[in-house]
């Protein structure tokens, strides 16, 4: 099993700042206080109680903070862990990534490009059976599923 490092995929450059900034007093008018924790304060919900985790729902996933999308429901799958999981971003530039060293372990921190909130972490070299071999284990609440027209 591989050790997860540094992402240096495209997109994993957190050196630019947001495009959306906002005052963290505007940021409470946007979100609720358990929102607010997750997306801004990098908060974690629960495993197995996010409205997302089983989903089978096709779609696209939008940052809840800010509705940029960020995954899609074709890159989700079944890891089990309590949280979604994606094997890719929607668009290699709709993340970013960062270390994340809290909690006492190595982690790579995933953000939302466009407003820095944070949707999660990615893990690398798992072995699950996706063309990436990454999982984005993301909080369902850092994210909004905007699902598929039925239209045609």
Partial sequence: MTRMGSESDS?????????????????RE???????????????ERPFTGEYTDSKTEGIYACRACGT????????????????????????DSVITRPDDTSG??????????CHSHL????????????TDKRYCINSISLRLVPASSDG
């Fill in 11 to 27: 997109g994993s450059d957190s050196r630019s700042g947001p495009a959306l900034v906002l005052t963290d007093d505007q940021w």
């Fill in 30 to 44: 946007r979100l609720n206080q358990q929102e607010f924790a997750v997306l801004r304060r990098a908060g974690t």
């Fill in 69 to 92: 999308e960020v995954f899609r429901s074709s890159e989700k799958f079944e890891s089990h862990c309590g949280w979604p999981s994606f094997f890719d971003p929607a668009d290699s």
């Fill in 105 to 114: 372990m190595r982690r790579v921190e995933v953000l939302c490009a466009n």
């Fill in 120 to 131: 999660g972490h990615v893990f690398s070299g798992e072995g699950y059976p996706t063309p």
